[in-house]
């Protein structure tokens, strides 16, 4: 082997030890001060149904949520949330209709966007909450983004 050949399968090798992307830093349960934002009573109207989230100011190691949806003789839909400290990581863990907790992991927490997901959940695998002017916005999809559904919801006055 040449030394040109030698020193281009060197290179090779530890290029492909080399990952070309820096490993994410895990969101940890120092990161929840940055979800301030998501604190309040946020409504959301369509039609004759209406959803108000609620969210609790952080306490201990958990903000408390809570959604309902319902029109003016019924609730259609309700579920209680949490995004609180799992494991020593961020986790939403949602509990749609009452039903067995559900938990989705925070792969990305800032001042304006949370990113919560699990991928052997059928459907979300992934749920976003961005911080906009109006209020705040959730989407639900799978991770590659398909089978979205966006809720934007504006803050409701005290």
């Known amino acids: 082997m040449t030394s040109w050949n030698l020193a281009a399968s060197l290179l090779a090798i530890f290029l492909l030890g080399v990952s070309q992307e820096p ?4 969101v940890t349960s120092d990161d929840a001060p940055k979800l301030a934002w998501i604190v309040g009573t946020w409504e ?4 004759d149904r209406t959803t108000v989230e609620h969210w609790m100011p952080h306490a201990g190691t958990t903000f408390m949520g ?3 949806t319902y029109g ?3 609730t259609y839909f309700f579920e209680f ?3 609180a400290t799992h494991g020593g990581r961020i986790a939403y863990i949602v509990q749609p209709g009452g039903d067995p907790p559900v938990l989705f992991r925070a792969v990305k ?5 949370a990113v ?3 991928p052997k959940h059928d459907h979300p695998q992934r749920i976003r909450y961005v911080k906009t002017a109006e209020g705040i916005t959730a989407t639900i999809s799978q991770l590659d983004g398909s ?3 966006e809720f934007a919801f504006e803050r409701r006055a005290p």
């Open 23 to 26: 490993e994410p830093r895990p």
């Open 116 to 118: 919560f997901e699990n």
């Open 109 to 113: 927490v800032t001042e304006e966007e």
């Open 147 to 149: 089978q979205a559904t």
């Open 44 to 47: 959301r109207v369509e039609g």
């Open 66 to 68: 809570t959604s309902h």
């Open 72 to 74: 003016e003789n019924r």
């Open 81 to 83: 949330m949490r995004i």
